[in-house]
């Protein structure tokens, strides 16, 4: 069955993308609105900003991929390509391996398509500590009821793969609560590389729903193109400078293009709107920017069964439970199962040589448990914070406490139970000191003395949170409820990076109801002083692009 290519029929139809890489010379772009970012805060704001009847440039530093370069399912391919710093982006001490998409629909395009709402819990805990507003479950219903209908959000209705089935089997047996996971999709096929882009067009990233869609309306797509810095005056920010990239996007070409728009929207995810936000010496009277930065801190438990997993083929993730997520003491976790193709498995089995060649000959047993640790409510788990090198490039700093050791320890004693309740025959903790487990009571006695300690437990992160947090009180948050800068007025966050804790859900719907909401209410503080001297893509009269930009050489 062909896949129709949505970017081959666009452009031909005149959809305005525009390939950095390719540009010969400096210039100026005029816009009405800029974003930085394409991910699930940028897509979402372009749709809507563009439905306003808002002129909208995207600018996205990674390089657009289309169902076609998905097709083969490489994860070599997929890896080296789509994710940040070839997915090798890490804290700065090693400690955390960072996986963060890359490319046009940002962490959208790869991620699993795990959609939950906001819990209840968290809203609450943010209203009450950092007074942000009209954010109460009732509040966001309908957001996040319209997010779901637009993106085809509803708990997976087809059989578990055995991966997440034997999570769901482990959890009924042990009494714990567990429930389906609700997914992005429409028309899923079932075959379970989303981590590597989908092939098929039906997972509703923002790579196939909201960016198209904006790009009907006149949106200009600029990818291979770098954010690097915004510059101020008296009355806000007065430009962004951007700098082209290479094919290979990263390495600049020497292009400078010079980005003027009435209102920027920043969506470059929890780690790079921070950076970009430093590298611009933003105001920050009370140094808050890339602070309280917050990452679900992941460890896993990998189990063998003497009957096939196939945990390679399915949707990656449809099962998960909160039964540890809010307990009376101590840290919070979330259980849930990753995808297990052969390259992100040999990283599990932590092996090499000849013991990693057995391993893999074992793949089609292996499951595996991942715990994800709901950091950043109080002060034993803070998160942690986002800098930039001399060069400019962002470091994340991510302390492990031993509240988060000590929730870590018990994550993988609640993964290694449910392992053994779902009938394995051995567990092994991903630790560089664990070892097969024979029995639940042996891997009991040898957990409790595994060294938690960095490089020795094997830690991992998808879910970037935090950095610059919403909420009406100015001594902890960069932004106001809606989304908005306290200090600059034409300056809006909508990404991750508004979080002002983790969310203890995976976030990508948290991101797509709250941008929802505030980049309407933006898009209504815009559109009534459009200017009667603009044109109808809402514009300057000048020489403009099949977008509507206007360029002048710089």
Known sequence: MAIDDIY???????????????????????????????GAGGGMAAEILTAAGLNVLMIEEGALYTAADFKDMDEWRGFSTLYQEGAGRMTADGAVYVFQGRAVGGSTTVNWTTSLRTPDPTLEHW????????????DLA????????????APWAMEPNRNNALLRDGCARLGWSWKTIPRN???????????????????????????????????????HARAEALHF???????????????????????????????????????????????????????????RTCIHPVNASLALFDEPVHGFHGAPQSIYSDHFLWPAQGLGYKLEVPPLQPVLMSGIFGSHGERLSLDMRQLDHAQVCIALMRDGF????????????????PLLDYPLTEALWDGLRRAYLSMAEVQFAAGARSVRPVHLDGHDYRSWDEARRAIAFLPMRAQRATLYTAHLMGGCPMGEDKTRCVIDSRGRHHEIENLS?????????????????????????????????????RSASTDTAGVSAARHDAGGHRHAEA
């Open 8 to 38: 081959t029929q666009g452009i031909a139809a005149g959809w305005s993308v525009r390939d950095a890489s390719t540009l010969s010379a400096d210039a100026v772009l005029e816009t009405e609105v800029a974003i930085v970012g394409s």
């Open 127 to 138: 209203a009450q500590a950092y007074a942000l507003r009209d954010s109460t479950p009732a």
């Open 493 to 529: 966050i909508f990404d991750g990076s508004m979080f002002p804790t983790s969310i203890g859900a995976n976030p990508q719907l948290s991101i797509y109801a709250f941008v929802a909401r505030n980049a309407t209410a933006l898009a209504d503080s815009l559109t009534p002083r």
């Open 185 to 223: 999709v429409r028309g899923c096929w079932n075959l379970g590389y989303c981590g590597l882009g989908c092939p098929t067009n039906a997972k509703q990233s923002m790579l196939v729903t909201t960016i198209p869609q904006a790009l009907r309306r006149g949106m200009t797509l600029l990818h």
């Open 378 to 393: 109080d002060a034993a788990t803070s998160g942690g914070r986002v800098r930039i090198d001399a060069q400019g490039q």
């Open 142 to 153: 309908p957001w996040f009821a319209r997010c779901e209908e637009r993106l085809g959000i």
């Open 233 to 291: 005056s008296a009355n806000g920010v007065a430009a962004l400078t951007v700098r082209a990239l290479g094919k290979d996007a990263r390495t600049p070409t020497g292009v400078t293009l010079t980005v003027k728009a009435r209102h920027y929207v920043l969506a470059a995810g929890a780690i790079n709107t921070p950076a970009l936000l430093l590298r611009s010496r933003a105001p920050d009277p009370r140094g808050l920017i890339g602070r």
